[in-house]
């Protein structure tokens, strides 16, 4: 079935530094991707999504690029800060209905002065 | 907006006691969701609805009910409480499928059952 399987953590880096978050899909089509991010003590906010496959998605100096001949959907950002600290998550919608989201387990970055 | 709304925060049970999650939504949102966070696991669906008075399961719904009588409210009910059901529960929601639509986050109950 359709699925997202991301990079394990934790990512430990020191602020100003390079971030790349893997993840990688397995999906029939082309369906659209997402990168959520929980910050400390609250629940999921969106951070990007892609739509349709060479899409970049981006947002508060975060990018990620849909790349079919490879299924990815790898976050990056070049110069992280202490606020940047979170967990983050890729996602794709299931196939059928799209009214369900299959979740990545999670990457823990944390980010120190 | 409060965006949305869970209640309660924090919750000990006991093995086989019974409890409801509350959920509330003030922004009109036809899709509402509730998902479980366990450590290393990512996020799974547990039910979902796209409108008052439609339900429909998810990945994990054994051991859950809900109920969407109203647009604002998705109370998510646990029966007999058990172990397993130690985990962080997120409620959502989104205007439409979440395929096309943000999905909105509230800030999560920690259950923990012993």
């Known amino acids: 079935g359709d699925s997202v399987t991301q990079m394990e953590g934790p990512v430990t880096l020191s602020e100003e530094a390079f971030l790349t978050i893997n993840c990688t899909y397995t999906?029939?089509?082309?369906?659209?991707l997402f990168w959520y991010v929980q910050y400390p003590g609250e629940g999921l906010q969106l951070l990007l999504k892609?739509?349709?496959?060479?899409d970049k998605g981006s947002n508060k100096g975060f990018e990620a690029t849909y790349r079919k001949e490879t299924t990815s959907f790898h976050l990056e950002k070049g110069s992280v800060q202490v606020s940047d600290s979170a967990v983050y998550f890729c996602?794709?919608?299931?196939?059928?209905?799209?009214?369900?989201?299959?979740f990545g387990t999670g990457t823990s970055l944390t980010v120190i002065p | 907006n409060a965006g949305v709304t869970q209640t309660p925060k924090f919750r000990i049970l006991k093995i086989g006691q019974s409890m409801t999650l509350q959920c509330t939504q003030d922004?009109?949102?036809?899709?509402m969701y509730w998902y479980r966070q366990d450590p290393g696991m990512g996020l799974k669906l547990i039910y979902y609805?796209?409108?008052?008075?439609?339900?429909d399961k998810g990945e994990v719904p054994n051991g859950y009910n809900v109920s969407r009588s109203t647009t604002e409210d998705f109370p998510l009910r646990l029966e007999l409480a058990a172990p397993s059901q130690t985990s962080v529960y997120f409620c959502?929601?989104?205007?439409?499928?979440?395929?096309?639509?943000?999905?909105?986050f509230g800030p999560g109950t920690r259950l923990t059952v012993l």
């Open positions: 959502a929601s989104s205007y439409g499928p979440p395929s096309y639509n943000e999905q909105f």
């Open positions: 999906a029939t089509g082309y369906p659209s």
């Open positions: 892609a739509t349709k496959a060479d």
């Open positions: 996602a794709l919608p299931e196939r059928n209905t799209g009214n369900q989201f299959y």
């Open positions: 922004m009109n949102h036809n899709y």
């Open positions: 609805s796209v409108g008052a008075g439609i339900t």
